[in-house]
């Protein structure tokens, strides 16, 4: 059943373009996170928000900024997209605190041309 | 930093065979150690995780045992099905909120396919 919702599931764009994807969940959980997961399907954290503010920021390109208007809300936001930006982008929540279990949106997978 | 290692990248197996998905760690604190499999096309989602004491998660026919002592968190099943054929990932987290906030790191993943 989900509970984390992202839209869009699928968008090709050409290099150079801004492209932004929206999550939002029914959970009622305080953070939120942003997942890269490549052609190989490695799977790494982008940032993570607790109550719309940002406490996890890895090593990401500048072209990349997170956006939260309430903690059930997380977009994303590319500013001007390069080849290596095609991947699947995964949006998740849990509730505050260490140990406890992420939930997973299905992704927005992104095609740059 | 923070890391876990899956030595597998496919493993494929006969149905009604044992299943056993390598995972080990390294951590400067005592992490928490979770499993995540993902189907075809589905979002990841929490299969198993470790708990702070002795006890062993189990869930779906699948179990782990976290062994300090070797760092390790290895996921087994005594038999097989088609069903379980997916990506399967070992993450860790920090028990540091403070430093990590849940942040979870990933193995690179281990694709099992069961055949019949």
């Known amino acids: 059943e989900t509970a984390v919702f992202q839209t869009p599931n699928y968008h090709v764009t050409q290099v150079g373009n801004e492209v932004s994807f929206n999550c939002k969940q029914t959970l009622g959980h305080d953070t939120m996170y942003w997942y890269k997961q490549d052609s190989k399907k490695l799977l790494k954290i982008m940032f993570s928000y607790n109550n719309k503010q940002l406490i996890v920021n890895e090593t990401v390109p500048r072209r990349f900024s997170p956006q939260s208007s309430d903690k059930a809300h997380l977009n994303l936001r590319i500013k001007s997209v390069e080849p290596e930006d095609s991947a699947v982008y995964l949006c998740?929540?849990?509730?505050?605190?260490?140990?406890?279990?992420?939930?997973f949106g299905e992704g927005s997978r992104l095609i740059v041309v | 930093g923070d890391s876990v290692t899956q030595t597998e990248g496919l493993v494929t197996l006969t149905e009604g065979l044992p299943v056993m998905l390598n995972c080990t760690y390294q951590?400067?604190?005592?992490?928490?150690l979770f499993w995540y499999v993902q189907h075809l096309n589905e979002a990841p989602k929490l299969l198993l995780k470790?708990?702070?004491?002795?006890k062993r998660p189990e869930h779906q026919g699948f179990h782990a045992t976290l062994h300090k002592s070797s760092s390790s968190f290895h996921l087994q099943k005594s038999s097989a099905q088609l069903s379980d054929s997916a990506l399967y990932y070992c993450?860790?987290?920090?028990?540091?909120?403070?430093?990590?906030?849940?942040?979870?790191?990933f193995g690179i993943g281990t694709l099992l396919s069961v055949k019949p």
């Open positions: 993450a860790l987290s920090d028990r540091d909120y403070g430093s990590s906030g849940n942040k979870l790191i």
């Open positions: 998740a929540s849990s509730p505050t605190g260490s140990g406890n279990t992420l939930y």
């Open positions: 470790s708990f702070t004491d002795n």
């Open positions: 951590s400067t604190y005592s992490p928490f």
